[in-house]
Every structure is written in structure tokens, then in C-alpha cells.
């Protein structure tokens, strides 16, 4: 297992420059208690249950799954905003997981994160002109009130605002342009890595385009790399140059980009794929489409073996009671099923 | 434009004719639906689209004459439901139309039941209040109900309350009760978009069924396009506050005739087509409702616009017997596949 954690986080779609991001065995448990004045822990939710990969610089990687699946909280763990149980989150040659609060926010200068909810993860008595420069504040990346001035009226621009909005609160704002200041603040200090944590599904369709092609104009400006976390498959393959799945803390299947959405191995991403109606009528009255039984199990009682086997159509004996491994099937392609 | 929307062949159960509903809040008057006609057939699949604030809820609460008042209010139209003018009826009289005949599910199931009754109680209390049937018989029926919408073990999860469901089973309960009447149509408000996919999934394909069997009509009212693809018959695409196309299916997706239609398809990262490396979205952004401009409201956002759009506002014009556009240059607007990369 240890030389195949090694290999998946080694190997990027070019495997030749070191990587930007290297995620080990990353594990992420939230304690559950009873009880109220002798309180207990009487059982842990495995939130994510060690995962691994690696990030290029200027690479995007789709990490897609459903509610439950634990995007979110790694995507959290790695910025070292929820500190992982276990496991290892190396960013441009440092080791995060050991680092003490300070060294951790000198770090973070590095990484920016984008929030989905463009109401919510805004400040409401902030002008938008701040929640923009606080990061230039917090990190001290400017020498006058000027140059200050300047940068932010820099970040309004590169995210397609006004420079004249910077004394407006968020709620003066649509929803399509707060999440533009979303990544301008993200922005702002110069990252090599943006977590950006369904960045578009708040928005609507018309609105979600635009944002997305900012993303990727950015990306393309400023050599960023992309965790993009999501659960639209469709927008998801727009975006990325890998994909993983993931399921209940796991991940599932790893592949390129093409070779996820062509060959899909897992049985769940198979389902997951099915799931996603096109639109284009006459096409999605010839599709077979497959409907899976259940509902995600709770991570506080995962399945035993492949945490997938209660909902799984191809599922026998053998998967109650092994984990399969993630073991490489063509290159680049990893998957976790022994079906497969 | 009335007659022809038979896709069906069945008979017309709804007749919706100039329908406006306005909301007056202090920034102004919101035309929240203003000037919505459609028909809609007996056991048909109706999709209404748009984006948020086109109208497409207040549509479907302005039909069941749930519109909050103050601040909205029905300011005029038809709703002719099975011959039968509902925007005239008493309170009194609309409460026996209200999940008898016509019932409604919305997107958050957790906030449309009642977390203190558990949900046996709550299929009963429709059984009872429009059926007349006793304790016992709706007890059974309320267990069948759970049954037919694909919930296990349905006598014992009777004493269920809502919080000891997942969001999918609760929707499943939504649509029991929604169904419990046999009603002759169904509205779905969004029902799928709270939950995950493989979940939406299993919901949709049980509506369809059920109402397939027990020949429902289904308005599903949504904005995700392909939902709209896989179940509906016909399509009405709203904006700001009117409906802009209406046609078959197949035309709306194969062959769009309105500007935001086709701004639409465009926004959308699809599974079915080549990946592209970039989408081409419709500029600008969702206009405000109290401040709209002149002529065509889309005009500000089209490429297609001409000097007459910005003074005259188009009805519906027939593109063919089964496709309508409130476009003046629908017959120049077409959505090309090799504007893609």
C-alpha cells in the first residue's frame, strides 16, 4: 500500500518536475461525543480516510464526489485549516502538518482558498476594497497607503471589477460578483495554489460561465494551481486536467481528465456519470442510465471492506471484506475496485 | 398558439392566459410574472427553465394561489384549471383544489414537513382532509403511499420524524403525500436540486413513473437543462419575468430560436459533447426586475439585438406549429456547434 500511495502522489500527467503539493495518507477523523458533564468519545467520523495525490504547479486537479464524500474537509485539511488526524500535506517543499500557527499563516500567503457560498464567506460591514487588501495587510506586502491603494484597484481589475466598487459592502453586489472578489482575495498575496471549494455551483448557469473562464484566464496569467472541488461532473471535466473521485473519505479512481470521462472504471463513477442528464432530448432517450439503490451510508458507521459494496451493482462476498487498494490499471489511471 | 400543444394528444388540463403576478416592495414595483400564457395537456411533461428571478416559482405559486400578500399580489390572467377559473375561487374553494387536485414539492424537503409529526401523521392528515377516510384505512394507505415511492420497510418507518430520514427519502415522503390525492397535476419546484446526484437520480425516475401510472401531469420547474432534456415533453423558457420560447423539446435543445436559449446551451460544460477549452457565457448579468429596460429585456445581454428590440418588446411569434419565440430576429438565431474549440 505504502509503495502505491508513493507512486500515486509521485506521478502528475507530466511526472518529470517536482511537484507543487504532495498529499500522503492524508486522515481526517472528527470525534463524536455523549454525554454532558463526563462527556466521552464514543466513536469518530472518518471525514477523510487516508487519501493521497500530488499537484503540478499550474495543474488542476477535480476532486468530485457527493455530499459526505469529504472534498470539503480535504481541501480544508491541506490548507491546514482543519488540522489533519494523520498523514502528510507537503506544499512547495514544506512539510504543513508539523508547523506550529505562525509558521502555518506564513505558509498560507502561498495558498488561497475560494468558498461556495458568495453571501456568506464575504464580510458584510467589510468594503470590498478591504476584503480584497486584508490579505495584503495580514501578509504586510505593501510599504505605503498609495502602492495599498493601488494593488487592490490591481486585484479589482484582474477579476474583471471596477476599481470604482472598491468602497461598496458585498450586499451592493450579484452574486457572480462577489465570488469575483472571492478570488481576489484569494488572489491577493500572490499563491502558487488556490483551493477554490464549488466555486460556481451558487451561481447561476449564465453567471457560473463567466466565472469560469475567469478561473482559467487567471490560471493561465499567473501559472496557479487548481484544487477545484466540485460535485458537477460536467463542470468539473471542463476544468481539469485530472479528476479523482471520491466516496465516503476514499478516493475511488484517479485518471487524466480524458480517460476518466472516456473509461470510467469504478462502479461508481460509472454511476456517477450516468446520473448527470444531458441536455439534448433525443440523446437522453436512447441512454441506459444507472440508478443505484440507497442512499451514502453515514461516515460514522462506514461499510466494512470497499465502503462502496451497499449501493455497488457489480458487488459480491469478497468486497465486504477487504479495502481494495488504489492500484495503477493503465497509466496514470488508478482505481479501487477488485472488480476491476 | 392555444391549440397546438397537444405533444400528447391528451385534453387540455390547465390554461394559464396572461398571468401576472406583482410584488410591491419599497425599491419599487418587482414584475415577478408578467404576461405568462401556456397550456398544459392532461398526463403531459411540461418543463418551465430559467435562472433565478426569470419568474419560473412564482409562476407555479401564483397557479396554486399561494403568492404572500402583502407584498405580491395576482394583478391579473386566467388560471383555467379543468374548465374551472381558479384566481376567482373563495379561499374556502381553492383549499379543496390544493393537493386534491393540484399538489406541489418544493426544492428544501426538510422545510415543507412538520419536524414534530412524524410522517405517517402527515401523509394521514391529506388521506383524511380530502378523502374522508378514517384513522385506520389511511394509516394502511399512508403505508402503501411510502411503499409505491420506493421506501423500505414502509409500515414501521410510519412512526418515523423527518430528522430520521436522509434528504432523498424525504422527498420520496414529499411526493407521497403530493400524490396521496391523485391529483391530475403535479408541481415540482426545484424538488432535485438540494440533493446529490445518484440521489436526484432515483427521485426523478420515481416521479416519472408514478406519474406516468397514474397519469399525472408533471410541471417541472428547474434550471438545470438536462433534467428538463430527459423528462419533458415540451419546454417553456422563461426571462425576466415572461416566457421568451416555447416548443417541443427536441426544437428548444436541437434547434433554439431565442437569444437566451441559446446563450443557455452555450454556458453549460457538457458530458455529451467534445471538451472544449472555453465556454462562451452570455455577457452581463441577470437584469433587476424593478428597473428593467425597454423593448426586449434581453436586449442588453443579445447579440443578435437590432434597433427595434430596444422599443418593441416581442409576444411569442410562430417559428413552426410546434415552436414559438419572442424574438424579432428568430429566424437569424441559431446556436452554432462550431463556434466551439
Redesign the interface.
Given at each position: 500500500m505504502t509503495a502505491a500511495i508513493r507512486s500515486v502522489a509521485g506521478g502528475g500527467p507530466t511526472g518529470k518536475s517536482a511537484p507543487l503539493l504532495t498529499v500522503e495518507d492524508l486522515k481526517v477523523y472528527f470525534p463524536v461525543s455523549r454525554g454532558f458533564l463526563l462527556q466521552r468519545t464514543v466513536g469518530h467520523v472518518k471525514a477523510v480516510d487516508g487519501i493521497s495525490f500530488s499537484l503540478q504547479p499550474g495543474e488542476t486537479l477535480g476532486l468530485v464526489g457527493e455530499s459526505g464524500s469529504g472534498k470539503t474537509t480535504s481541501g480544508r485539511a491541506i490548507m491546514q485549516l482543519t488540522r489533519p488526524t494523520s498523514g502528510k500535506v507537503t506544499f512547495e517543499g514544506t512539510e504543513l502538518t508539523g508547523l506550529n500557527g505562525s509558521e502555518i499563516r506564513k505558509m498560507r500567503r502561498r495558498m488561497g482558498i475560494v468558498f461556495q457560498d458568495p453571501y456568506g464567506s464575504l464580510n458584510p460591514r467589510m468594503t470590498a476594497g478591504n476584503i480584497v487588501g486584508e490579505p495584503l495587510i495580514v501578509h504586510k506586502l505593501f510599504s505605503s497607503k498609495q502602492e495599498y491603494r493601488e494593488k487592490v484597484a490591481d486585484l479589482l481589475l484582474t477579476v474583471g471589477l471596477s476599481p470604482a466598487m472598491a468602497n461598496r459592502y458585498p450586499h451592493e453586489f450579484s452574486g457572480g460578483q462577489r465570488q469575483r472578489l472571492g478570488v481576489a482575495r484569494a488572489l491577493a498575496a500572490r499563491p502558487s495554489l488556490i483551493v477554490l471549494d464549488e466555486p460556481v455551483s451558487a451561481l447561476d448557469v449564465s453567471i457560473q460561465a463567466q466565472v469560469i473562464n475567469l478561473l482559467q484566464d487567471l490560471q493561465a496569467q499567473f501559472n496557479l494551481a487548481y484544487l477545484f472541488i466540485a460535485h458537477d461532473l460536467s463542470v468539473v471535466r471542463h476544468i481539469s486536467d485530472r479528476v479523482a473521485v471520491m466516496y465516503l473519505g476514499k478516493i475511488v479512481e484517479v485518471a487524466p481528465r480524458a480517460e476518466l470521462y472516456a473509461h470510467p472504471l469504478h462502479p461508481y463513477t460509472k454511476a456517477l456519470l450516468s446520473a448527470v442528464p444531458a441536455p439534448d432530448p433525443a440523446l437522453e432517450r436512447k441512454r441506459e442510465r444507472i440508478v443505484l439503490k440507497g442512499d451514502i451510508p453515514s461516515p460514522l458507521h462506514p461499510p466494512t471492506g470497499c465502503v462502496f459494496h451497499t449501493r455497488c451493482p457489480i458487488m459480491t462476498d469478497e468486497c465486504k471484506g477487504e479495502v481494495p487498494p488504489l492500484r495503477e490499471v493503465s497509466h496514470g489511471h488508478w482505481v479501487a475496485c477488485i472488480k476491476v | 398558439m392555444a391549440s397546438d400543444n397537444r405533444a400528447k394528444g391528451g385534453q387540455t388540463l390547465l390554461q394559464v392566459r396572461d398571468l401576472r403576478t406583482y410584488f410591491y416592495t419599497a425599491g419599487g414595483v418587482v414584475k415577478a410574472v408578467d404576461g405568462v400564457s401556456f397550456d398544459l395537456n392532461e398526463g403531459e411533461t411540461l418543463g418551465l427553465v430559467g435562472?433565478?428571478g426569470c419568474g419560473k416559482s412564482v409562476t407555479a405559486l401564483s397557479l396554486m394561489r399561494l403568492i404572500p400578500n402583502p407584498p405580491g399580489r395576482i394583478e391579473g390572467g386566467q388560471v383555467i384549471f379543468q374548465g374551472q377559473e381558479l384566481l376567482g375561487l373563495s379561499e374556502a374553494e381553492m383549499r379543496k383544489v390544493r393537493g386534491a387536485k393540484v399538489s406541489m414539492i418544493f426544492q428544501e424537503p426538510m422545510t415543507s414537513l412538520n419536524p414534530v409529526l412524524t410522517i405517517g401523521r402527515q401523509i394521514t392528515e391529506t388521506l383524511e382532509l380530502h378523502l374522508g377516510m378514517s384513522k385506520g384505512q389511511a394509516w394502511e394507505r399512508a403505508g402503501e403511499l411510502l411503499d409505491m415511492v420506493g421506501i423500505p420497510d414502509a409500515q414501521t418507518r410510519l412512526r418515523d420524524y423527518p430528522h430520521q430520514l436522509?434528504g432523498?427519502?424525504r422527498q420520496r415522503v414529499m411526493i407521497a403525500i403530493a400524490l396521496s390525492c391523485n391529483p391530475k397535476l403535479l408541481i415540482a419546484d426545484e424538488a432535485t436540486t438540494a440533493l446529490?446526484?445518484?440521489?436526484?437520480?432515483?427521485i426523478l425516475?420515481v416521479m416519472k413513473d408514478l406519474t406516468e401510472r397514474l397519469g399525472t401531469a408533471l410541471l417541472i420547474i428547474t434550471?438545470?437543462?438536462?433534467?428538463?432534456?430527459?423528462y419533458?415533453n415540451r419546454v417553456n423558457v422563461m426571462y425576466a419575468g415572461r416566457i421568451r420560447e416555447m416548443g417541443v423539446?427536441?426544437d428548444i435543445?436541437?434547434t433554439p430560436k431565442h437569444p437566451y436559449t441559446v446563450?443557455?446551451?452555450?454556458?453549460?460544460?457538457?458530458?455529451?459533447e467534445p471538451?472544449?477549452?472555453?465556454?462562451?457565457?452570455?455577457?452581463g448579468?441577470?437584469p433587476d426586475l424593478t428597473s428593467l429596460p425597454a423593448g426586449c429585456a434581453f436586449r442588453p445581454r443579445c447579440d443578435w439585438a437590432v434597433e427595434r428590440c430596444g422599443k418593441d418588446d416581442p409576444a411569442l411569434i410562430e417559428v413552426s406549429g410546434r415552436h414559438w419565440s419572442a424574438c424579432w430576429e428568430h429566424s437569424r438565431v441559431e446556436r452554432r456547434r462550431e463556434a466551439r474549440t
Open positions: - | 435562472e433565478s436522509s432523498g427519502q446529490d446526484v445518484t440521489i436526484q437520480a432515483q425516475e434550471h438545470n437543462l438536462g433534467v428538463v432534456a430527459r419533458a423539446s427536441d435543445y436541437g446563450g443557455l446551451l452555450n454556458s453549460v460544460p457538457r458530458l455529451d471538451a472544449r477549452t472555453r465556454l462562451a457565457p452570455i455577457r448579468e441577470i
